[in-house]
């Protein structure tokens, strides 16, 4: 569970790759999902788009790839998009590990 979600500073984060890995969805789904995320809160809540970062990192090929990093309110924004039994159990192991995190 503690592989979920990093500790950086003092805040706890987590990846859009390991949303794709834990929820078994594609990387640019995920992705898709963030982007009209980001989309909807430009006219609901624009502040809440500062929950996501875009970044990159190397893929296993040492090419660039396109991710986002996200804090506990990003994560909860797009996890609340996803439903199903498997999506509840990663949803909750994720609201462990990020408790986890934040209490150390």
Same mark, same amino acid.
């Given at each position: =569970?503690?592989?979920?979600?990093?500790?950086?500073?003092?805040?706890?984060?987590?990846?859009?790759?390991?949303?794709?890995?834990?929820?078994?969805?594609r990387?640019?789904?995920?992705?898709?999902?963030?982007? /009209?995320?980001?989309?909807d809160?430009?006219?609901?809540?624009?502040?809440?788009?500062?929950?996501?970062?875009? +970044?990159?990192?190397?893929? =296993?090929?040492? /090419?660039?790839?396109?991710?986002?990093? +996200?804090?506990?309110?990003?994560?909860?924004?797009?996890? +609340?998009?996803?439903?199903?039994?498997?999506?509840?159990?990663?949803?909750?192991?994720?609201?462990?590990?990020?408790?986890? =995190?934040?209490?150390?």
């Open positions: =569970m503690e592989n979920l979600v990093t500790l950086e500073g003092k805040q706890a984060l987590t990846t859009s790759l390991k949303v794709a890995e834990k929820f078994e969805k990387h640019d789904n995920v992705l898709r999902d963030i982007e /009209r995320l980001l989309e809160l430009a006219d609901v809540s624009p502040k809440d788009a500062l929950n996501f970062e875009e +970044m990159s990192q190397d893929d =296993m090929y040492g /090419r660039k790839q396109r991710i986002f990093l +996200m804090n506990r309110d990003g994560f909860t924004l797009l996890a +609340m998009r996803y439903t199903g039994k498997n999506a509840l159990k990663f949803q909750t192991d994720y609201i462990k590990a990020f408790n986890h =995190m934040e209490d150390h």
